[in-house]
C-alpha cells in the first residue's frame, strides 16, 4: 500500500474546491485536478465528501478508557438509583484477581458512597468504585482491608473521627495501583479502533506522573501498531523524554487538586522547576480557587513561558480572563461536559457562576487560544458530540447553560484541526508535504457543519494507509 500509494479523486478542501489528492508513503504528495491513476495506485472516490487532517484530542486518559471496557459502569446513564447500583454490582464479573471495579459514579446515584455503603451492595468480593471526575475512589471492607487503608498513611485516604478508613480514596490513582494486586498496563488496540472511528488521529495522553512502565507500555503499543494514532504525553516526568516513534513529549502536567490545593510556594516552585528543565506546564484546573491559585503562582515563578496551558478551566471567572491572555496561556477545554452533566452543574452551582462554566467564547474573543478535547473515559469521548455541544450548550434536559459562551461549529472543528504541540493555534491542512493522517467525510463541509456527527466519517487514514475503525460505542 505504502509503494502503490492512494488517489483520493474529487475530495472537497477547505471547504471550498474540490480536487484530487495524491497520498504517496505516509505524505499528501500532490494535489491538483484530474490527476493520472499510477500503476497500482488505489483509488477512493471521494463525490465531494470533505477531505480533513486528522482530528485531534487534546486531553484523554488511554489507559483509563482501557480500563473502562473492563468495568462495570455505575452512574449515569445505565445506572441512575440505588437499585440499579446493587444490581449493576451483584452481578458485576470480577477480574483475575476476584476484584470489582465500576466507574462513573455520581451521587445521585446514592449520595455519598463509604465502605459500609458498599459492604450493603456487595459484602462478598472487594470493591472499588470511581467517581466519574476520577478524583475519587470508593472502596468496600474487602478492598480496605486488601489496600492496607487503615495503617496507610497517604493523604487522600479519608478517615472518621475516630482515625478510621471510611473507604473514600482521593486524588492516588498510583499510589492506590500499589496497593493492587500486579497487573500490566491493558492493551490499547480496542480504544485504539474505537478513535479512528472518530476520526481521530492524534492524542494528547494527560495522565500524570507516568511510571517507567506506563511509558514503556506507550512506546510499545505505538511501534507495534496497536495505537496508530500519534500521542503526545503530558505526564512524561522532569528530565525524561519520550522516545517512542510518533510519541512526542508535551508539557508538564500539574495537578492542582480542588480536595487539597498546595501551597502558593510550592505550586510556584513546581511552575519554575519545570520551566527550568525546558517544559511549558499544564495545569489541572477545575475551581475557581485553582484557578486563581494557578495564576498567582505563575506571577510568582517568573516571566511568562511559551506552552503553557490551562486544562479543564471549567469555571473561569470574568475578571480573570485578561489575566489568562496577559500570560499567554492556552486553554484545553472539554465543552462536552456540558451535554453531559449540564443539568448536574446548573442545579449544584450558584446561579451567578453559570456563565462562568467551561467558557470558549468569551476567552477567544480574548485572544486566547482554545484546544477542545474530551477527557475521556470521564467527558464523552465523540469528537463530534464536543462540537455540538460547543455550538449549542445545550444540557440532557434542553437547557442552555452559559449561551454567551457558543461558537461556530467551524471554530470548534478548526479546535480539532490544531496539533498536539499547538492546541489552539495553527489550523492543520490538507496539503503537499503534509502527514497524510486524514479523515474523509460522506459530505461536503458545510453540509457537515450543519449537524456534526460521527455518521459523517466514512474514511480514515493513518500514515497513508486506510484504518479499519470500531464502530463508537452507545449506551
Known sequence: MKEAGLLLRDAELDGAGRADVRVTGDGVTEI????????????????????????????????????????????????????????????????EHGWIRGTGY???????????????????????????????????????????????????????????????????????????????????????????????????????DLDPAALDAFDRAVAGGALPQRLHLLGVPLGATATGPRVSTGPYKIVIADSSLPGLDDLSDRIRAAHGKGRPIAAHCVTREALLLLLAALDQAGPAFKGDRVEHAALVPSETIGDIARRGLRVVTQPGFIADRGDDYLRDIPAEDHRDLYRY????????????????????????????????????????????????????????????????????KVAIGAPADLVLLHTPLAEALRRPSVSLVRTVLIEGRPVSPTPPRTG
Open 361 to 428: 467564547g468569551s476567552l477567544r474573543a480574548a485572544g486566547v487560544p482554545v484546544g477542545l478535547s474530551s477527557d475521556a473515559p470521564y467527558g464523552p469521548l465523540d469528537p463530534w458530540q464536543v462540537m455540538s455541544a460547543a455550538v449549542h450548550r445545550r444540557a440532557r434536559s434542553g437547557t442552555t447553560a452559559g449561551p454567551a459562551e457558543r461558537v461556530t461549529a467551524l471554530t470548534a472543528l478548526h479546535a480539532y484541526l490544531t496539533p498536539p504541540e499547538d492546541p489552539g493555534g495553527r489550523i492543520r
Open 106 to 208: 455520581v451521587e445521585s446515584v446514592a449520595g455519598d458512597l463509604g465502605a459500609a455503603d458498599l459492604d450493603r451492595l456487595q459484602p462478598h468480593r472487594p470493591v472499588r468504585v470511581q467517581h466519574r471526575s476520577g478524583a475519587l475512589w470508593m472502596l468496600n471492607s474487602r478492598a480496605v482491608a486488601a489496600a492496607g487503608l487503615a495503617t496507610a498513611t497517604h493523604p487522600g485516604i479519608e478517615r472518621d473521627p475516630r482515625g478510621d478508613p471510611t473507604g473514600r480514596l482521593w486524588r492516588a490513582d498510583d499510589w492506590l495501583r500499589t496497593r493492587l494486586p500486579p497487573s500490566r498496563p491493558l492493551p490499547l488496540d480496542e480504544v485504539a479502533r474505537e478513535l479512528t472511528g472518530f476520526g481521530i488521529t492524534a492524542v494528547t495522553d494527560a495522565t500524570p
Open 32 to 95: 491538483g485536478h484530474r490527476l493520472p491513476r499510477r500503476p497500482g495506485e488505489q483509488v477512493v472516490e471521494c463525490r465531494g465528501g470533505a477531505l480533513l487532517p486528522g482530528l485531534c484530542d487534546h486531553h484523554l486518559h488511554l489507559h483509563a478508557l482501557a480500563a473502562r471496557r473492563r468495568s462495570v459502569p455505575c452512574g449515569p446513564p445505565q445506572v441512575t438509583d440505588h437499585a440499579g447500583l446493587a444490581a449493576a454490582l451483584r452481578d458485576a464479573a470480577p477480574d
